[in-house]
């Protein structure tokens, strides 16, 4: 079950060698079209002219690069590969996916060795931390994604409303009646699972596209209501000073029952930021253990088979809309979870951290990781995050590459980074 | 074992818009009996089987199934996955619904999800990894590699669905049907797309199903080799209507039928009975 190879190989075929002449014309052509796209867009450029009214300057260099290194790349394509589609698959060495897979057994036990001791390893470089800290909470939204849309079959373009119920719950819980982070965090939980439900229940007739766009409105409302419920939420200041965490009573702080002063270590600010690491790292943990156990019960069966033809499903006796519904409220569960995180990491939080762009991220990282593969989630989710941060001084190139680099990865591998399933069960041998 | 009706259809009328798919159908499927159901493209008789298995609400009618212990249940009032739970009605498809991306044996093990869920107390003891789940999931493969073993599936058990073979994804979704424990199975041409040897298989699988299981089987097929050779009794529908309704020995004989079949003048019937008996 790996069509990306075979099928791109199979398109070789209608791949034709070129004449130089021939691939001059292409090249041409190429450029052609690269201007006239290219013209107004890149060739005129607006300014502020020096009375304030707007004036237009030209900028032929630039253009001109461009529709160069379009001439250039088409011209090499055409010389290289000839007419045709592109075989992305042979600019792969040869076994690469099938060492990916063989990759993908042996690396969680590896991956999760290194997420324990990262916090020592860079125990004075905060900025490492934190974006571990970062990698690991998508890394967790991802796995509680991942049942809804990888398991369950369910495409949930609002995933990041759940994130901001917990995150709220949280925020909310905590200062109205100082309940501490350990009774807040199942609660966030909880609140956010009974939002997935209230979700699931409008769409359970739907499939597809229109519980995408459902879910994406879904997400849109959530974020709106935050927005706009001003004395509730406070709108869009947000909500500040959430208590942080502390380890099971004690503070992080530099006082006589702080954390430091128990444990007789000197007090520094990093031990709340190594303490944030291993929490996260462990509330992923549950996540992953959760849904790895539910795969192999039989709500987890009725979710994949649900994925696979709901029909078939009813007609064997399963419930489906129990089904969906547990899908929903264990993905949004688990968002929660992260959301309280979220809320306590930061200490202050507003509905601008709850935008469609988050739940696309988060989309994103399952659909490249291989839908249903919880390894598949871990590297697709170290990848761009880790890929956002290498490519932070090209700002404004960033997005640029991080698209290309994805259209590149779906054409290599349309399934996915990691795309094989594991059977939930096998047959032992007889006897 | 046979005598009782297990399913009675009665007044069945499926109209969709000014469309009578079905108009006042009735006819009892006898306990331990194959009972088939045939009748010309387009006659309705899959329509009847959604309404059987409840995935079409019938506009009017009753249907009423009865348990070998003595339950009876209403069809037309229960929800097409209760139909499955409650009544343990099973059935295929026409155009084989599998779970492809799934294991031969997962799709199996699907099949027995309400037991299964009962023995995991709705997930939770599933999750504390209790024995007595451990035991529930044990008993369901065996009963899973049972029927592999019927349907000559056993060495394919941890291949993908969709990787099975045509007639292989046919017999796969009988083991399918069959793991829910049914006492009605509903066949929707089993034996489409089968050549001659895996559509003799197929008879001697049905066969083994009706008299070592006591399902009764309600069959809708096109292949007459299969109908004739082992219903119990046949009912024919065309164009919504039940046109005859016997032994396969009378079906064979009745001149609607023929007919229906084969669209001839009534004068020419003989001629053509006399061809379809050679």
Same mark, same amino acid.
């Given at each position: 079950?790996?069509?990306?190879?075979?099928?791109?190989?199979?398109?070789?075929? $209608?791949?034709?060698?070129?004449?130089?002449?021939?691939?001059?014309?292409?090249?041409?052509?190429?450029? /052609?079209?690269?201007?006239?796209?290219?013209?107004?867009?890149?060739?005129?450029?607006?300014?502020?002219?020096?009375?304030?009214?707007?004036?237009?300057?030209?900028?032929?260099?630039?253009?001109?690069?461009?529709?160069?290194?379009?001439f250039?790349?088409?011209?090499?394509?055409?010389l290289?590969?000839?007419?045709?589609?592109?075989?992305?698959?042979?600019?792969?060495?040869?076994?690469?996916?099938?060492?990916?897979?063989?990759?993908?057994?042996?690396?969680?036990?590896?991956?999760?060795?290194?997420?324990?001791?990262?916090?020592f390893?860079?125990?004075?470089?905060?900025?490492?931390?934190?974006?571990?800290?970062?990698?690991?909470?998508?890394?967790?939204?991802?796995?509680?994604?991942?049942?809804?849309?990888?398991?369950?079959?369910? /495409?949930?373009?609002?995933?990041?409303?759940?994130?901001?119920?917990?995150?709220?719950?949280?925020?909310?819980?905590?200062?109205?009646?100082?309940?501490?982070?350990w009774?807040?965090l !199942?609660?966030a939980?909880?609140?956010?699972?009974?939002?997935?439900?209230?979700?699931?229940? !409008?769409?359970?007739?739907?499939?597809?596209?229109?519980?995408?766009?459902?879910?994406?409105?879904?997400?849109?409302?959530?974020?709106?209501?935050?927005?706009?419920?001003?004395?509730?939420?406070?709108?869009?200041?947000?909500?500040?000073?959430?208590?942080?965490?502390?380890?099971?009573?004690?503070?992080?702080?530099?006082?006589?029952?702080?954390?430091?002063?128990?444990?007789?270590?000197?007090?520094?600010?990093?031990?709340?930021?190594?303490?944030?690491?291993?929490?996260?790292?462990?509330?992923?943990? *549950?996540?992953?253990w959760?849904?790895?156990?539910?795969?192999?019960?039989?709500?987890?069966?009725?979710?994949?088979?649900?994925?696979?033809?709901?029909?078939?499903?009813?007609?064997?006796?399963?419930n489906?809309?129990?089904?969906?519904?547990?899908?929903?409220?264990?993905?949004?569960?688990f968002?929660?979870?992260?959301?309280?995180?979220?809320?306590?990491?930061?200490?202050?939080?507003?509905?601008?951290?709850?935008v469609?762009?988050?739940?696309?991220?988060?989309?994103? *990282? $399952?659909?490249?990781?291989?839908?249903?593969?919880?390894?598949?989630?871990?590297?697709?989710?170290?990848?761009?995050?880790?890929?956002?941060?290498?490519?932070?001084?090209?700002?404004?190139?960033?997005m640029?590459?991080?698209?290309f680099?994805?259209?590149?990865?779906?054409?290599?591998?349309?399934?996915?980074?990691?795309?094989?399933?594991?059977?939930?069960?096998?047959?032992?041998?007889?006897? | 074992?046979?005598?009782? &009706?297990?399913?009675?259809?009665?007044?069945?009328?499926?109209?969709?818009?000014?469309?009578?798919?079905?108009? +006042?159908?009735?006819?009892?499927?006898?306990r331990?009996?194959?009972?088939?159901?045939?009748?010309?493209n387009?006659?309705?008789?899959?329509?009847?089987?959604?309404?059987?298995?409840?995935?079409?609400? &019938?506009t009017?009618?009753?249907?009423?199934?009865?348990? &070998?212990?003595?339950?009876?249940?209403?069809?037309?009032?229960?929800?097409?996955?209760?139909?499955?739970?409650?009544?343990?009605?099973?059935?295929?498809?026409?155009?084989?619904?599998?779970?492809?991306?799934?294991?031969?044996?997962?799709?199996?093990?699907?099949?027995?999800?309400?037991v299964?869920?009962?023995?995991?107390?709705?997930?939770?003891?599933?999750?504390?990894?209790?024995?007595?789940?451990?035991?529930?999931?044990?008993?369901?493969?065996? +009963?899973?590699?049972?029927?592999?073993?019927?349907?000559?599936?056993?060495?394919?058990?941890?291949?993908?669905?969709?990787?099975?073979?045509?007639?292989?994804?046919?017999?796969?979704?009988?083991?399918?049907?069959?793991?829910?424990? &049914?006492?009605l199975?509903?066949?929707?041409?089993?034996?489409?797309?089968?050549?001659?040897?895996?559509?003799g298989?197929?008879?001697?699988?049905?066969?083994?199903?009706?008299?070592?299981?006591?399902?009764?089987?309600?069959?809708?097929?096109?292949?007459?080799?299969v109908?004739?050779e082992?219903?119990?009794?046949?009912?024919?529908?065309?164009?919504?209507v039940?046109?005859?309704?016997?032994?396969?020995?009378?079906?064979?004989?009745?001149?609607?039928?023929?007919?229906?079949?084969?669209?001839?003048?009534d004068?020419?019937?003989?001629?053509?009975?006399?061809?379809v008996?050679?």
């Open positions: 079950m790996r069509p990306s190879v075979s099928q791109t190989a199979g398109t070789q075929a $209608v791949t034709t060698k070129l004449t130089f002449a021939g691939a001059l014309k292409d090249a041409v052509l190429a450029a /052609l079209v690269a201007f006239g796209l290219f013209a107004l867009m890149i060739g005129l450029h607006t300014d502020q002219g020096p009375t304030g009214a707007l004036v237009i300057s030209t900028r032929v260099q630039e253009l001109g690069i461009i529709v160069g290194l379009v250039a790349g088409a011209l090499l394509r055409a290289i590969f000839g007419r045709g589609p592109v075989p992305f698959a042979k600019l792969v060495p040869a076994g690469w996916g099938d060492r990916a897979q063989r990759f993908s057994r042996f690396a969680g036990p590896l991956l999760l060795g290194i997420a324990v001791i990262w916090p390893a860079f125990y004075h470089n905060r900025y490492v931390l934190d974006l571990g800290i970062l990698i690991l909470t998508y890394i967790m939204l991802g796995w509680g994604l991942n049942i809804v849309v990888g398991l369950a079959g369910l /495409l949930d373009l609002g995933y990041v409303a759940f994130y901001a119920v917990g995150a709220y719950s949280y925020a909310l819980l905590a200062q109205n009646f100082s309940l501490s982070f009774i807040c !199942p609660l939980g909880i609140l956010a699972a009974f939002w997935g439900i209230l979700l699931g229940f !409008p769409v359970l007739r739907l499939r597809g596209d229109y519980l995408a766009i459902v879910t994406l409105a879904f997400g849109e409302i959530i974020r709106l209501v935050l927005l706009n419920w001003q004395s509730f939420t406070g709108g869009p200041n947000g909500i500040s000073s959430i208590p942080r965490p502390s380890f099971f009573g004690l503070p992080f702080n530099d006082e006589e029952d702080g954390f430091a002063a128990f444990f007789g270590l000197e007090f520094a600010p990093i031990h709340r930021i190594v303490f944030l690491f291993y929490l996260i790292l462990v509330l992923a943990l *549950i996540t992953n959760v849904t790895q156990r539910m795969r192999r019960l039989p709500i987890g069966r009725a979710w994949e088979a649900m994925r696979e033809d709901e029909i078939a499903c009813r007609s064997l006796g399963i489906t809309t129990n089904t969906k519904l547990t899908a929903f409220a264990m993905g949004a569960m968002g929660g979870f992260a959301g309280a995180f979220f809320a306590t990491r930061q200490g202050f939080i507003s509905p601008e951290s709850f469609f762009g988050e739940s696309a991220l988060i989309l994103a *990282i $399952v659909v490249l990781g291989g839908m249903g593969s919880q390894i598949g989630v871990v590297v697709a989710a170290i990848v761009m995050l880790g890929g956002f941060e290498l490519f932070r001084e090209f700002e404004q190139y960033r640029l590459v991080f698209g680099a994805m259209v590149l990865i779906m054409i290599w591998r349309p399934r996915g980074l990691v795309a094989t399933r594991e059977p939930s069960l096998h047959l032992g041998k007889p006897g | 074992m046979s005598g009782a &009706p297990i399913l009675c259809v009665e007044h069945l009328t499926m109209r969709f818009g000014g469309l009578v798919a079905i108009d +006042k159908l009735s006819f009892a499927a006898q331990g009996h194959i009972t088939a159901l045939i009748g010309p387009g006659a309705g008789k899959t329509t009847v089987f959604n309404c059987i298995t409840g995935f079409y609400h &019938p009017a009618g009753m249907m009423r199934l009865e348990h &070998p212990g003595g339950e009876a249940y209403l069809l037309e009032r229960l929800l097409d996955f209760r139909i499955a739970k409650l009544a343990r009605v099973a059935r295929t498809f026409q155009n084989i619904r599998l779970f492809p991306g799934m294991t031969v044996l997962e799709n199996l093990v699907v099949a027995q999800h309400n299964l869920m009962k023995a995991s107390v709705f997930t939770f003891a599933g999750l504390l990894g209790l024995g007595t789940y451990h035991r529930a999931e044990n008993e369901a493969i065996d +009963k899973a590699r049972y029927w592999l073993d019927k349907t000559g599936l056993l060495t394919r058990a941890d291949d993908h669905a969709g990787s099975l073979a045509y007639g292989e994804q046919r017999r796969l979704e009988i083991a399918r049907a069959m793991c829910t424990d &049914p006492v199975l509903c066949l929707d041409e089993p034996a489409a797309g089968l050549n001659a040897r895996e559509s298989e197929l008879n001697a699988l049905l066969r083994f199903i009706r008299q070592e299981h006591g399902t009764s089987i309600l069959l809708i097929e096109h292949d007459m080799s109908v004739m082992i219903s119990d009794h046949i009912v024919v529908l065309d164009y919504g039940k046109i005859a309704d016997g032994t396969p020995e009378e079906i064979r004989n009745d001149p609607k039928v023929i007919a229906a079949y084969l669209g001839v003048e004068d020419e019937i003989e001629q053509v009975e006399a061809e008996r050679t």
